[in-house]
């Protein structure tokens, strides 16, 4: 009798599933769509897509093809693989691609985020963003303030066991801070950190405002952040001193067609931080891992710098020149971000019904461009699981027309070039002062994001 039982629990469990997926599936079954699942109503196949990451993808791309429909992260999606259709993505945003990122990370990033507006509004706010971040910025005002930040942010390392993990976080803050508003260390930088840590764990978070949730902790941090902001605004506006840093900038602009308001100078700033946070802090992370993986490629690297350092003197700070000639150093960047998949893609949604690849996608669909697999085309980048950074020193390879580690488009990372002066100097800081060592033990994750979730350990000693 209770085998019957279980039999029949079992045997009623199997066709509401099987009633529910097929429900699902017929739910999306329209016209034109392109072939795919969309398992369970409501999660669709976000906890397979999660738990197998970019086999996830390789098993659907197995039985679909590189253009194939799901349902992840709370929205029905379209992932595309092909390197051409992504490009012709990223290069339409005009057609009604545009960015589709989490509600979350739109809330609590704000209104004036720069993925939340598009056309005109876009224009206008990423070029006030790359006034502030442009080639003659970094030159002039940037990389100073970067140069004296990872001086001192990379002293007393020597003999201590470090969580690299931690020092590279707080790295991409705290420079971010210094360049933008002269803020490097004291009471508003202490009460900044723990307030963004917040913020960037609810933008990653369901939208869900209830008490304990990382999303209402996550808006409080925005409102907090907020505060600290207007705060430092003020001051800046009864100060006579004239500031050379973003916020001074940002405060300056006097063009009434273009000067900002106070909500966009701080959605502007928190952009930037943002923005800057995880790229840098996991490439700067992960090249200190493969350079210790890779004995060779870290004594180039050392010799580059070391030679540059034979140049100044002992406190010099590094310049504009000196930056320029970091070639290695800038394959070692690029080779980290291709083999560590720093950004696995991006997302982009319709705003109306349209035609792509012969399919036809509804309005308010998101689409996942996922670029994750052009890193590791063996066409584009011979033996692609292997850490080679000379293969980099071929300067065509940074222009080929793949090339989407840092996006494209009209939404081409504008940040680019600071990102790779900071990660440079920071490296630049670390090889000549110190030579570590594993400590073993640490795991690092590849999907969805890269990370170390106990920390990366390594014992530091002076060079
Ligand atoms: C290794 C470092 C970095 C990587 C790999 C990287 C990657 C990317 C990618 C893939 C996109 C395209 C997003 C999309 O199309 O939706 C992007 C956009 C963007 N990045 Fe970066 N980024 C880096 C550093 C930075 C830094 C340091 C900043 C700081 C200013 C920054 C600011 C931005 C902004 C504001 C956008 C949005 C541009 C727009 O919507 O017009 N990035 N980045």
Request: aromatic share 10%.
């Amino acid at each position: 009798m209770a085998v019957l039982l279980v039999v029949f629990v079992v045997a009623f469990w199997l066709c509401v599933c099987t009633a529910l997926l097929r429900w699902n599936e017929v739910r999306y079954r329209k016209k034109g769509l392109p072939p795919g699942t969309m398992g369970w109503p409501v999660f669709g196949e976000t906890t397979e897509f999660l738990k197998q990451g970019p086999n996830f993808m390789k098993n659907q791309r197995a039985r679909y093809g590189k253009f194939f429909k799901s349902h992840i992260l709370g929205c029905p999606t379209i992932v595309s693989m092909d390197p051409e259709l992504n490009r012709f993505i990223l290069l339409n945003e005009g057609k009604g691609l545009v960015p589709g990122y989490p509600q979350s990370m739109l809330d609590i990033l704000g209104n004036c985020n720069i993925a939340a507006v598009h056309g005109s509004t876009h224009k206008y706010m990423r070029g006030a963003l790359l006034s502030l971040i442009s080639p003659t910025m970094i030159k002039d005002q940037l990389l100073p303030k970067i140069d004296e930040f990872m001086k001192s942010h990379l002293s007393n390392w020597d003999g201590k066991t470090i969580n690299i993990q931690e020092k590279t976080k707080e790295m991409a803050l705290l420079s971010s801070l210094k360049q933008i508003a002269g803020m490097e260390s004291g009471p508003v930088c202490e009460a900044f950190k723990p307030e963004f840590y917040k913020l960037v764990l609810g933008t990653l978070s369901l939208p869900i405002d209830l008490p304990g949730t990382n999303y209402r902790r996550g808006f409080q941090a925005r409102k907090n952040i907020i505060s600290i902001l207007r705060q430092v605004i003020e001051e800046r506006r009864a100060s006579p001193k004239a500031q050379h840093d973003m916020l001074g900038c940002l405060l300056r602009i006097e063009d009434s067609r273009h000067k900002l308001s106070d909500e966009e100078i701080i959605d502007h700033i928190i952009t930037i931080l943002y923005s800057g946070y995880e790229t840098v802090s996991t490439t700067s992370m992960m090249a200190v891992k493969y350079l210790h993986d890779h004995p060779r490629a870290l004594q180039e690297l050392r010799e580059e710098h070391l030679n540059i350092r034979e140049r100044k003197g002992p406190e010099e700070p590094i310049d504009w020149n000196d930056y320029k000639s970091m070639r290695f150093t800038r394959a070692v960047i690029f080779e980290t971000a291709r083999l560590a998949t720093i950004v696995n893609g991006v997302l982009r949604k319709t705003t109306r019904e349209m035609e792509l690849n012969g399919f036809v996608i509804p309005k308010d669909w998101r689409i996942y461009v996922y670029t994750r697999e052009i890193n590791y085309d063996p066409f584009l980048y011979p033996d692609p699981l292997i850490f080679n950074p000379w293969r980099w020193l071929d300067k065509s390879l940074e222009s080929q027309k793949y090339f989407m580690i840092f996006g494209g488009g009209s939404r081409l990372c504008p940040g680019k070039e600071l990102g790779i002066a900071e990660i440079s100097t920071f490296l630049h800081y670390f090889v000549t002062r110190y030579r570590w060592e594993d400590v073993g033990g640490d795991k690092i994750l590849k999907f969805p994001r890269v990370e170390a979730p106990n920390g990366l350990h390594i014992r530091v000693l002076s060079y």
